[in-house]
């Protein structure tokens, strides 16, 4: 599905045509394993364009902007992007008139996504929502405005369906996606071996997140935590496995002032989980993916000032970390905005290694949140339900 002169995409009549959209790199992964599942049905050719990142296009996306360009964190962060985000809704919009694709498919990204499944909505093009707004945490108003312009949602947590179904919203627990995107082929030795970590007495994975304002806000207390823990621990090895959407080079660069060597490598997060004694995360996704591997951890958080007190106003959880949310208590620590020191950190870190009886109640406690997210198998059921939405709409 080559551009057209004017920028949009020329449609082939004889294809079903698929607009996505995922604006983080979670959404990009989430997104290119949905794509791959719906190409496994070979009697019908599929072509999509939309937004996502490095991995969406591999799956054949043509891509209107990149979800690297399109993530922010905090409201303060939006604004200063504000002008290039309404630029690529406004193109967005366009190819719903001039395209006209036979589904739309929205992964996360709320504000920006159920934007653009109203105008599909008025447009009468079928709306597919995988990943839905956290509405039980914060703005619960948006399960309204998803009645109206989602066709169905594809659910990703086990308790939302009933939220949903009582709303009065199409709805369908599918499985959460990272269950199928875990998946570790090498021994715990090869991979300590492959990374030179076989002689660590403890490692330590530091996840600052897969943004560049993360980075800038998180690194430095995360960096300034793996000082104070050397120095208590001296054969304790420190690691930073880097996102595929920020630059290694621009990572170690952060990292090389530091008193203490961290070693960053480019990906390979889930080798690293699968290895390490103790976890320093970023709250969001990447707090859930330690989860699942059952690994103790302490979640981190800190944004603007304004974000936060507005935040604080919206949110509608004791918690912001995912495990804790899904738990509904508190299993693994928070240290969020005031709370966030890399003296916190240390200390949290230290009480893991140090407490067995902490230690093993958290490892409990995070296997068993993994058993409640039921089994593999997210992306293939969410392909088929595009399917029959398509099929539908024919």
């Not at 621009?250 to 989980?273: C, H, M």
């Amino acid at each position: 599905m080559p551009p057209d002169e004017g920028g949009g995409f020329c449609r082939d009549r004889r294809n079903f045509n698929i607009m996505i959209v995922a604006g983080e790199a979670s959404g990009d992964l989430h997104g290119a394993y949905l794509m791959r599942a719906m190409k496994e049905r070979q009697d019908v050719p599929l072509s999509f364009y939309g937004i996502g990142g490095d991995k969406m296009a591999k799956e054949g996306m043509q891509l209107m902007a990149d979800a690297a360009d399109m993530a922010v964190m905090g409201l303060t962060e939006v604004i200063s992007r504000l002008w290039f985000i309404r630029k690529i809704m406004k193109r967005l919009k366009r190819s719903l008139e001039n395209e006209r694709p036979d589904l739309v498919i929205l992964i996360d990204y709320p504000g920006f996504n159920l934007a653009l499944a109203k105008e599909a909505q008025k447009k009468g093009i079928a709306v597919l929502y995988y990943i839905s707004p956290k509405v039980w945490a914060w703005r619960s108003g948006r399960i309204k405005t998803i009645k109206q312009v989602v066709n169905h949602i594809a659910l990703i947590f086990p308790f939302e369906e009933e939220l949903y179904r009582k709303a009065g919203v199409k709805g369908t627990f599918v499985g959460h996606p990272l269950l199928d995107e875990i998946q570790i082929r090498d021994t715990p030795e090869e991979i300590k071996k492959e990374m030179n970590l076989s002689g660590a007495e403890q490692i330590v994975a530091l996840l600052p997140g897969s943004r560049k304002s993360e980075i800038q806000k998180l690194l430095p207390e995360m960096i300034k935590a793996a000082e104070i823990l050397h120095a208590h621990f001296p054969g304790m090895r420190f690691t930073l496995p880097v996102a595929h959407t920020l630059s290694v080079s621009a990572i170690q660069d952060s990292v090389a002032s530091s008193a203490v060597p961290v070693q960053v490598v480019a990906g390979k997060t889930y080798e690293i989980l699968s290895v390490a004694d103790a976890v320093i995360v970023a709250s969001g996704t990447a707090a859930l993916e330690t989860a699942l591997f059952a690994k103790p951890m302490v979640i981190v958080y800190k944004t603007s000032s304004f974000t936060y007190f507005l935040g604080k106003r919206l949110v509608k959880t004791k918690h912001i970390g995912l495990p804790n949310i899904l738990a509904q208590k508190t299993i693994v620590p928070e240290l969020i905005q005031k709370d966030f020191s890399g003296e916190r950190i240390a200390y949290e870190v230290t009480q893991i290694l140090k407490n067995q009886i902490v230690r093993d109640k958290m490892i409990q406690e995070l296997t068993a949140i993994k058993k409640s997210l039921g089994e593999p198998g997210a992306a293939r059921r969410t392909a088929a339900l595009a399917w029959q939405m398509l099929q539908q709409d024919k």
